[in-house]
T-cell receptor
Framework: AQTVTQSQPEMSVQEAETVTLSCTYD???????LFWYKQPPSRQMILVIR??????QNATENRFSVNFQKAAKSFSLKISDSQLGDAAMYFC?????????????FGAGTILRVKS | DGGITQSPKYLFRKEGQNVTLSCEQN?????MYWYRQDPGQGLRLIYY???????QKGDIAEGYSVSREKKESFPLTVTSAQKNPTAFYLC?????????????FGPGTRLLVL
């Protein structure tokens, strides 16, 4: 079974600075998808960014980008020019492309605090 | 507005009581999911359904039941057999068996035991 590990329970960043959240995963598959979700205090889960394993190019969405290292099974999220609204719990998630059901496997999450 | 709605926002359960959490979507998505979130943990899958009148157990299905009689609705019942039901419950939906699909989440229901 696949597992997702987020080794940083909490991170802090100064407003306007850059922060990187770590995620590693374990799988024997070669084709899969990786996601970062954000959960603000409202607890609504919001998709931040998505990466397809067959694509070598790292995904980017505005101030959010990933560093996808397939051989190392690493999928870190970089947030540039951090804003107060970025404060939230961030979850890394894995989805197999082969298993029936397209289920997501989540890491335990990283709390991001943004200091003004 | 297209989206996923969950009700109620807060739900209280007495010992030995079954309670039902509602999840409705108007996104015309085929697949729907139920996750449980406990403090300090990520989301864990309870049940999922890829199509009407069909559903499968996830990783922590014991003490829960679901139905999928309509495409837009996927209610979750927390039965008295679930001994530790206090948690935050999230419903999600996605297009279905299509490559690059993404799951979208509802606002969640907090269940508390009296």
């Amino acid at each position: 079974a696949q597992t997702v590990t987020q080794s940083q329970p909490e991170m802090s960043v100064q407003e306007a600075e850059t922060v990187t959240l770590s995620c590693t995963y374990d799988t024997s598959e070669s084709d899969y998808y990786l996601f970062w979700y954000k959960q603000p205090p409202s607890r609504q889960m919001i998709l931040v960014i998505r990466q397809e394993a067959y694509k070598q190019q790292n995904a980017t969405e505005n101030r959010f980008s990933v560093n996808f290292q397939k051989a190392a099974k690493s999928f870190s999220l970089k947030i540039s020019d951090s804003q107060l609204g970025d404060a939230a719990m961030y979850f890394c998630a894995y989805r197999s492309s082969m298993e029936y059901g397209n289920k997501l496997v989540f890491g335990a999450g990283t709390i991001l605090r943004v200091k003004s | 507005d297209g989206g996923i709605t969950q009700s109620p926002k807060y739900l209280f359960r007495k010992e030995g009581q079954n309670v039902t959490l509602s999840c409705e979507q108007n996104l015309n998505h085929d697949a729907m999911y139920w996750y449980r979130q406990d403090p300090g943990q990520g989301l864990r899958l309870i049940y999922y359904s890829q199509i009407v009148n069909d559903f499968q157990k996830g990783d922590i299905a014991e003490g829960y039941s679901v139905s999928r009689e309509k495409k837009e609705s996927f209610p979750l019942t927390v039965t008295s057999a679930q001994k530790n039901p206090t948690a935050f419950y999230l419903c999600a939906s996605s297009i279905g068996q299509i490559r690059q699909e993404t799951q979208y989440f509802g606002p969640g229901t907090r269940l508390l035991v009296l």
